[in-house]
């Protein structure tokens, strides 16, 4: 029995910790030495946001939140509005629900770029690679200038960010890494141009400005039409011509990702953006066994018995309390452990693709994704692993880039983007949408006209949790039990699984 | 290593100096801050403690110099959480060896847990046994964003970790603060953090305030002052409704006037919007009042109806007391 402790497991947002207990495989099919008994996901870090909004305005919350997350602030901020049109009995505008839809695409599409590339493309690319690259693009060669140059000062830490890493196996062919590469390399630019096209609605990103119940702040202008649809242009292009082949590709070279990190049978969506105040593009549901449901916000509680929380457990979040307690017995992280029904639910673009597969909707988007699944002799089932959760992102980002070309089109700028509302002395809500990492939740209670209890329930808390009160290990702590790890003292297995899940820790604690 | 030209250097010299508002003749000197920032003579540790990762996302934002050759070549990122390949034991290997070597640049990200060391662990230990060090030892320390300049969110009113700011620990821990900059906004832009570098690197310390340590090239005129909607204010035409755009919007509870940055100039995402152009009230994210006080609301909307609220309570207890 071996232990292997990964602190801090970088290339995802914020204090991660994973903790695995590992035997000597004894299976002779695999060479691999090592199979992970079982895992401990552990969040490091807590400020206590709910706690802080206590007392405060409602209407100070879309900012607030948004800062628990400079990832995905916008899911946050919108989460909150939706919560307060609740709360205020109010609804949103057409133009008001076009301008959060195409604000959020902007954060989905710099999110799946961020995360593809820039965290976890480099558990696969061979970055040593770029030193034998021979071709002329200024900004390769420039990047292996650099290399070069780094190794030969033998400074510390040469070639930083990049080295020093996991020993392990890299992509071999010179060619795919390069031209993955270059890729990585080109996503930087194409994940600033994303937020650009945010920030013409948004006045800044991230956290954004111009989000308010009912609506935006800001109007529609046909000017920033014009300027948003240019970007997004070059986006769309960039996701067909660039990222989903990378990803089909990444998906052929390591097929046997479909089969290693294999998370609970239990999907969750909430549904996101919203077409009209009663329909969402992507549906929400609930998928457990195989067996579809409606979503109901009512089956979720909160459980604290590994948590740092002296809180009362298994509570609806309406009723939920953040009480932190650093040096509770027993506990081993921030995070609390949300269950649906009382399940370990997985959560993010895999876990949203199968609903709309068990709901016969998003048809496109099902089909995209069979014809890719197919390519490798995998099917829908198998979206459910460390690779699949990438594919279901980048067959995601495509739909719903090409989908706020219509939502831009749709947008009059001879109405108002927010109307005007009441606030009420006592009032409840709750908002729950689809974050780019999963499922998310606020829900709010006011009374004399100011915040008496904010919850919320975050993607990244329900994949990464601890156990809950049954014992039973989160999303993230199951897709690892049975993983093959090649060498112990290099786990770069155990990263690539946790990463497939796109963990943001600020969030998960909040 | 001859990729960038000197000439490009200058061009972009000259544009960082004239955000800075110096002029054309501290352009070549800028251009040699960033040579430097090129060559890697300076190494850059970059820790978190309770932070969004919205500041490390910002900079990513950069528009000129450009994030990649930002993160390879300017900065010299020794270590960065997000960024890093280095992972595990391999990453706190290379941080305390970093950290041995003094000179290098810390660039300090979110708030200190100071009421609550469990709050920030890194490695199963307290962050700040971590961060004690790493100031120490580093050449120049950036407080990156307004939760490390002032706290910022976390350390809003009420807040129970006891969040503080850098400049809170470092001064707790007796530590000279002569060499901290604190570069705010939530997120930091990416061009004060970088521009802040670069005149560090080849002018030496900027000039900065006293209080907060801000450079005052960036952070002494306030938005209200260089606010394209000044005017309406200065002729008392006020917006009263979201969406008004020919009108100031400080009776919705634009906090420009008490906001110290150059946002109207230097805009985000490189120059693409911002605040009040996109028709938002400043939440003064820039400064110390940013979410400290639950009485200080982002809009002014609430205000009416709790005061409402509290004269009809004044006036049933002064009824009852009269019965
Ligand atoms: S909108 Fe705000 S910053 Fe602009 S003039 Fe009015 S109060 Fe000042
Ligand atoms: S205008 Fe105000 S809210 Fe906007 S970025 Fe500047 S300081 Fe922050």
């Known amino acids: ?510 | 290593m001859n990729q960038i030209s000197r000439r490009e250097f200058l061009k972009m010299g000259a544009s960082l100096a004239a955000m800075i508002g110096l002029g054309p003749l501290y352009a070549p000197a800028l251009a040699e801050g960033l040579q430097e920032i090129v060559y890697g003579r300076v190494r850059i540790l970059w820790l978190q403690g309770q932070s969004c990762t919205g500041c490390s996302v910002s900079l990513l934002d950069s528009a000129s110099p450009g994030p990649v050759s930002l993160v390879t070549r300017y900065m010299s990122l020794a270590f960065h959480a997000t960024l890093s390949a280095a992972q595990g034991q391999v990453a706190m290997d290379m941080i305390y060896q970093l950290v041995q070597k003094p000179g290098y640049v810390l660039i300090f990200e979110g708030a200190v847990p100071m009421g609550m060391p469990r709050a920030s662990l890194v490695n199963d230990k307290p962050l700040e046994e971590l961060l004690l060090p790493a100031v120490q030892n580093a050449g120049v320390v950036i407080a990156v964003g307004t939760c490390a300049t002032y706290g910022g969110m976390p350390a809003a009113e009420g807040n129970p970790t006891g969040a503080a700011s850098l400049r809170k620990f470092m001064e707790a821990k007796r530590l000279n603060t002569g060499n901290l900059l604190a570069v705010p906004n939530c997120p930091a832009p990416p061009e004060s953090l970088v521009g802040s570098l670069a005149y560090y690197l080849k002018l030496g310390m900027p000039p900065k305030d006293p209080q907060f340590h801000r450079p005052t090239m960036f952070y002494s005129r306030s938005v209200h002052a260089e606010c394209p909607r000044y005017h309406y204010y200065q002729n008392s035409q006020f917006a009263s409704d979201f969406g008004d755009e020919h009108n100031c919007l400080f009776k919705l509870g634009c906090l420009g006037p008490i906001s110290f940055s150059d946002c109207p100039r230097r805009q985000w995402n490189d120059r693409t919007n911002w605040c009040v152009r996109a028709n938002s009230p400043c939440i003064s994210c820039s400064s110390e009042y940013f979410c400290a006080l639950k009485d200080v609301p982002f809009f002014r909307k609430g205000e009416a109806y709790r005061a409402l609220k509290k004269t009809v309570n004044k006036s049933t207890e002064s009824k009852s007391q009269g019965e």
């Open chain 1, 1 to 510: 029995m071996t232990i292997v402790k990964i602190d801090p497991l970088t290339r995802i947002e914020g204090h991660l910790k994973i903790e695995t207990v590992m035997d000597t495989n004894t299976d002779s099919k695999f060479k691999e030495k090592f199979r992970v008994r079982e895992a401990r996901s552990t969040g490091l870090m807590f400020r206590g946001v709910e706690v802080l909004l206590q007392g405060r305005d409602p209407m100070d919350a879309q900012h607030i939140v948004q800062r628990i997350c400079g990832v995905c602030p916008i899911a946050h901020g919108i989460a909150s509005c939706m919560a307060q049109e609740v709360a205020y009995r109010t609804e949103a505008t057409a133009n008001g629900r076009l301008i959060q839809n195409l604000i959020l695409v902007s954060d989905y599409i710099h999110s799946c770029f961020t995360h593809f590339y820039l965290l976890a493309a480099l558990d696969f690319v061979n970055v040593k690679a770029i030193l034998e690259y021979k071709g002329n693009d200024p900004k390769i060669s420039g990047l292996k200038q650099w290399a070069q140059q780094e190794l030969k000062d033998n400074r510390i830490s040469p070639v930083a960010p990049f080295l020093p890493r996991y020993e392990g196996d890299y992509i071999e062919n010179v060619d795919v890494n390069i031209s993955l590469l270059a890729h990585y390399v080109q996503a930087f630019d194409m994940r600033a141009l994303a937020y650009k096209m945010g920030c013409v609605f948004g006045g800044k990103m991230p956290h954004t400005m111009s989000l308010l119940p009912t609506g935006a702040n800001v109007n529609v202008r046909v000017d920033d039409i014009l300027s948003a649809k240019t970007k997004l242009e070059e986006l769309i292009t960039f996701i067909n011509q660039v990222y989903l082949p990378d990803v089909a590709l990444l998906a052929k070279s390591y097929p046997q990702y479909f089969k290693i990190g294999k998370g609970p049978e239990a999907f969750l969506c909430a549904g996101v953006f919203r077409e009209s105040n009663y329909d969402m593009y992507i549906k929400p549901g609930v998928v457990i066994n195989g067996a579809l449901e409606e979503f109901n916000q009512e089956m979720i509680t909160e459980d604290v018995r590994f948590s740092y929380y002296s809180s009362r457990s298994k509570m609806h979040p309406f009723e939920s309390e953040t009480k932190a307690d650093p040096y509770k017995q027993g506990a081993y992280s921030w995070l609390k452990a949300p269950r649906y029904k009382r399940k370990a639910m997985q959560v993010g673009p895999a876990a949203r693709l199968l609903v709309q597969y068990a709901r016969k909707n998003n048809h496109e988007m099902c089909q995209l994704s069979d014809k890719l699944l197919e390519e490798i002799g995998g099917k829908p089932g198998d979206l459910n692993s460390a690779m699949g959760r990438h594919l279901a992102r980048a067959v995601e980002c495509k739909f719903i880039a090409e989908r706020a070309m219509q939502w831009l089109d749709q947008l009059n700028p001879k109405e108002p983007s927010a109307k005007d509302f009441d606030l009420p002395e006592t009032g409840i809500g709750y908002g729950c949408l689809e974050a780019p990492r999963g499922t998310l939740g606020h829900w709010l209670k006011i009374k004399n006209y100011v915040i008496e209890n904010y919850q919320c329930v975050v993607p990244t808390t329900w994949n990464c949790s601890p156990r809950d009160d049954d014992g039973q290990p989160s999303a993230v702590e199951q897709s690892l039990e049975g993983t093959l790890v090649a060498d112990a003292e290099n786990p770069i297995e155990v990263g690539r699984v946790v990463r497939s899940f796109d963990p943001c820790i600020a969030c998960s604690v909040h």
